[in-house]
C-alpha cells in the first residue's frame, strides 16, 4: 500500500540577503562601468590631448593634399623676335602607385578606356622604379579630348590616377633647329635618380640636348606647391594655399631664323654643316647640320620605330656635325700657318719660295706634291694662301718645327673647344708627338711635320673651330667667344638683358702680319689665279676666303684624279671658310661638305648663298649675277677652272 507523502515545506525569502546580493552585484557592474569610462575618458584624452597633433595630422593630410605647380618653360626666340621654342597646352595621365591598388589591374583597366603603347608602359615602369611610392608617375603625356571624357567618366574606379593639364614644349620650325635649340624629353630613371628628394622630381621634362640643355636651369623656372581639400573620392574641392611656381626665364638667340632657312637649303641634297659667325661679337648667326631630325619626335618619348629609323641611317642624323664632327682641315690651315710663320719671325710677307710641283726632305726620294705638276714658281705669303702653294707650307712646318706649330695652332684656339654655349663639344686634335705615341704608339716622323704644314695627316677641327679662327681674322687677330645665347628674360613684361661675355683675346702681335693674310684670302677670291675666284663673279662686296679639300684617298701618282670620279664614300670633304665684306667684315663663315670633292666647287658656293643672304638683309639691294645652283657658279668667260687645283690640298 503505497505511503501518502505530506505537502512540501515552503522556503521563506530573505530580502536582507537579496538586497545585499543585489547591492553587490550593482556595485561591480558599477565599477565595471567605472572602469571603461576611465578608459575610454583616457583614450579621449590621448587622441584629443597627447596625440592631437599626430591625429590632426594625419586627418588633414586624408582631407588636404601638397600639389607641385610645375612652371611655364622658358620660351626661345631668334634675334628677330621669332618663336623657336613655344608651349602649348595638354593632358597627362598619373598615377600614384601606392594609392592605386593593384597596379596591374588599374594599368589594365585603364588600357580600356585610353591608348597605351608598350613604350609608355617601358616608360612608366622605368620611371616607377626609381619614385617613391606617394609621387605621381606620368603614364601616357598627351591625352585627346575622347580620352578625357572617359577618364572622367569612371574617374571613381581609379583611386590614385588624376588627369593633369600641363604646357608641352613644340618647335614651330621642326628640324631646322634641332641642332641648336635641341629638344625636351620625358623625365627618366637616370634624370629622376639626379633629382634625388628635390622639388624637381616634380618635372615631367627636361632639357636632353642642345640649348636646352646648356640653360636647363634658367629655362626650367622653380617648382611651387598648392594646398587642396578633396573629398573621399579624391575630388579637389579647394586650393586653402598656394605657393606660386617662378616661370622659367625666356632665352633670345643670336640666330636669326631666315639665314638659317638659307644655309640649309644651299647644300641641297648634300650633308655636311656651315656656322656663319658675326665676327665683331662672335655671335652665331646660323649654324646648320645635315641632314636635320625633327625634335617634336622627342618631346612625349619617341617610338623605337622612330627611333630605329634615325640611328640606323647611315648619314646620322642625329650627329651634330659642327659640334662633334671634327675633319681633317685641309688647306682652310693655311691662312694660320701664314700667320704662325709670320708672327714667329720664320718668315716675312715678301719672303718668297719656289715651288717647282715637289717638295723633298733631304735624303728621301719621295716627294710631297703641289696641286700643279709643274710647280707654282716663286710665290710670296699672299700668293701661297691665294693660289694654295703646298710648297710654301711644307717648307715652312719643317722650319718652324712641330713643337712651334703647335703652340701657334693652340692659340689660335685649335685643339681645344671654343667655348660655345652648347655641351659636349669636341676638342679636336693638334698633330704633336706626344698625341701621336699616346694614340698610336708610334713616333713621329718629319714627314708627319710636312703634312700637318697643309692641314693633313692627323689634324681634326670641327666646323665651329673653323668659324671662329675664320672670324678671328676678319676681325684683325681679335678673337671673340663664340655664343648662341645673347638675351634673357625674366617675364613677358620685363625687359631683355644681355648675356654677358668674356672679352676677346688678340692672338696676334703684330696688326700687319694679320692684314698680310687677309690681302692673301682676298687674292684667294679676287686674284687672278685665286682657287676660289669663281664665286666672285657677279658680287657687289669684296669677299676673303680660302678653299680647302680634306683627301679622303691618295692620288698615288695620278695627279689628275678628280674626287668627282670616285665612289661617294672616296670622296674628298670639301671645305671653305670665308668673311664679307672683306674691308668690313659683318659676317664670317666656315662650310663643311661631305663627300663633296673640291672646296672650290662644292663648300664656296655655299658659303656665297649665304654671306648673300645675310648682305642684302642688312645692306642695300644687290645687283649682279647670284648663284642659282647649289655646287656650281658660272665662270667669268677668260676664266678656267684647272682640274688640279685642290686635289693636293
Keep these: 500500500m503505497a505511503m501518502m507523502r505530506g505537502p512540501r515545506r515552503q522556503q521563506m525569502k530573505n530580502p536582507h540577503v537579496e538586497a ?13 562601468i567605472a572602469v571603461a569610462m576611465m578608459g575610454l575618458s583616457f583614450g579621449y584624452f590621448r587622441l584629443q590631448v597627447l596625440q592631437h597633433e599626430e591625429f590632426q595630422t594625419r586627418s588633414e593630410a586624408n582631407r588636404i593634399k601638397p600639389r607641385p605647380i610645375v612652371p611655364a618653360r622658358g620660351l626661345i626666340f631668334d634675334r628677330n623676335g621669332k618663336l623657336l621654342a613655344d608651349n602649348v597646352p595638354a593632358y597627362r595621365l598619373e598615377i600614384v602607385p601606392e594609392q592605386a591598388g593593384n597596379l596591374e589591374q588599374t ?25 617613391r611610392g606617394f609621387r605621381p608617375v606620368s603614364l601616357k603625356l598627351r591625352l585627346s579630348e575622347e580620352e578625357r571624357d572617359r577618364l572622367a567618366v569612371n574617374r571613381y574606379r581609379f583611386p590614385g590616377v588624376d588627369v593633369v593639364p600641363y604646357l608641352t614644349r613644340r618647335y614651330p620650325y621642326g628640324n631646322l633647329f634641332a641642332h641648336v635649340v635641341g629638344y625636351v ?14 622639388k624637381d622630381t616634380a618635372l615631367t621634362h627636361v632639357g636632353k640636348s642642345g640649348l636646352e640643355k646648356s640653360y636647363e636651369t634658367a629655362l626650367r623656372g622653380e617648382i611651387g606647391y598648392e594646398n587642396v581639400e578633396q573629398n573621399v573620392e579624391g575630388r579637389v574641392l579647394r586650393v586653402i594655399n598656394r605657393d606660386p611656381a617662378k616661370p622659367g626665364a625666356d632665352l633670345q638667340l643670336s640666330i636669326d631664323v631666315d639665314l638659317q632657312r638659307v644655309a640649309m637649303e644651299a647644300f641641297g641634297e648634300l650633308d655636311g654643316a656651315a656656322v656663319a659667325v658675326d665676327p665683331r661679337n662672335g655671335e652665331v648667326l646660323a649654324m646648320v647640320s645635315l641632314p636635320m631630325f625633327d625634335p617634336n619626335l622627342f618631346v612625349n618619348g619617341i617610338s623605337h620605330v622612330d627611333y630605329n629609323m634615325l640611328t640606323e641611317d647611315l648619314s646620322r642624323p642625329l650627329f651634330d656635325r659642327n659640334l662633334h664632327g671634327a675633319t681633317v682641315p685641309g688647306s682652310t690651315v693655311k691662312p694660320f700657318m701664314g700667320l704662325a710663320g709670320l708672327e714667329s719671325g720664320m718668315r716675312r710677307p715678301e719672303d718668297k719660295i719656289l715651288s717647282t710641283g715637289e717638295f723633298h726632305l733631304p735624303g728621301v726620294k719621295r716627294g710631297f706634291r703641289d696641286a700643279h705638276a709643274g710647280g707654282h714658281g716663286w710665290v710670296d705669303l699672299r700668293e701661297s694662301i691665294a693660289q694654295s702653294v703646298n710648297t710654301y707650307y711644307y717648307k715652312l712646318a719643317v722650319d718652324m718645327g712641330i713643337q712651334r706649330v703647335d703652340e701657334y695652332m693652340d692659340r689660335y684656339g685649335f685643339g681645344r673647344p671654343t ?10 686634335v693638334i698633330p704633336s708627338p706626344a698625341w701621336k705615341r699616346k694614340r698610336f704608339k708610334q713616333e713621329w716622323f718629319l714627314g708627319d711635320t710636312v703634312n700637318s704644314g697643309i692641314g693633313q695627316g692627323y689634324w681634326l677641327i670641327t666646323p665651329m673651330q673653323l668659324a671662329q679662327g675664320t672670324a678671328t681674322l676678319a676681325d684683325g687677330g681679335l678673337r671673340q667667344q663664340l655664343h648662341l645665347a645673347r638675351a634673357m628674360r625674366h617675364g613677358f613684361q620685363e625687359s631683355w ?13 703684330n696688326a700687319s702680319n694679320v692684314r698680310a693674310v687677309q690681302e692673301g684670302m682676298e687674292g684667294a677670291v679676287n686674284g687672278p689665279h685665286g682657287t676660289a675666284r669663281a664665286i666672285a663673279v657677279g658680287a657687289p662686296y669684296l669677299i676673303a676666303g680660302k678653299t680647302g679639300t680634306a683627301q679622303r684617298v691618295s692620288r698615288k701618282g695620278n695627279i689628275s684624279l678628280s674626287p668627282h670620279s670616285l665612289p ?3 670622296r674628298h670633304q670639301a671645305l671653305f671658310i670665308a668673311y664679307a665684306p672683306a674691308d668690313n667684315p659683318t659676317i664670317a663663315v666656315a662650310v663643311v661638305v661631305e663627300h663633296g670633292g673640291f672646296g672650290a666647287s662644292t663648300a664656296a ?5 649665304i654671306m648673300d643672304a645675310w648682305l642684302i638683309k642688312h645692306t642695300t639691294p644687290m645687283s649682279g649675277v647670284l648663284p642659282e645652283t647649289q655646287g656650281k657658279t ?13 686635289p693636293a690640298q
Excluded: C, H
Excluded at 113 to 123: K, R, T
Design 568 to 570: 661617294l664614300n672616296q
Design 419 to 428: 667655348g660655345i654655349d652648347l655641351i659636349g663639344e669636341s676638342p679636336g
Design 497 to 509: 638683358q644681355p648675356l654677358p661675355q668674356p672679352a676677346g683675346v688678340r692672338i696676334a702681335n
Design 20 to 32: 545585499d546580493q543585489f547591492q553587490r552585484r550593482a556595485a561591480i557592474g558599477f565599477l565595471g
Design 185 to 198: 624629353g620625358r623625365v627618366d630613371a637616370g634624370d629622376l635618380e639626379a633629382m634625388g628628394d628635390s
Design 634 to 646: 658660272p665662270l667669268p668667260p677668260d676664266a678656267t677652272l684647272d682640274p688640279d687645283e685642290e
Design 107 to 131: 594599368l589594365a583597366a585603364l588600357g580600356q578606356l585610353v591608348s597605351i603603347s608598350s613604350d609608355e608602359l617601358e616608360q612608366f615602369n622605368a620611371a616607377r622604379r626609381v619614385t
Design 605 to 609: 658656293p655655299i658659303a656665297r648663298k
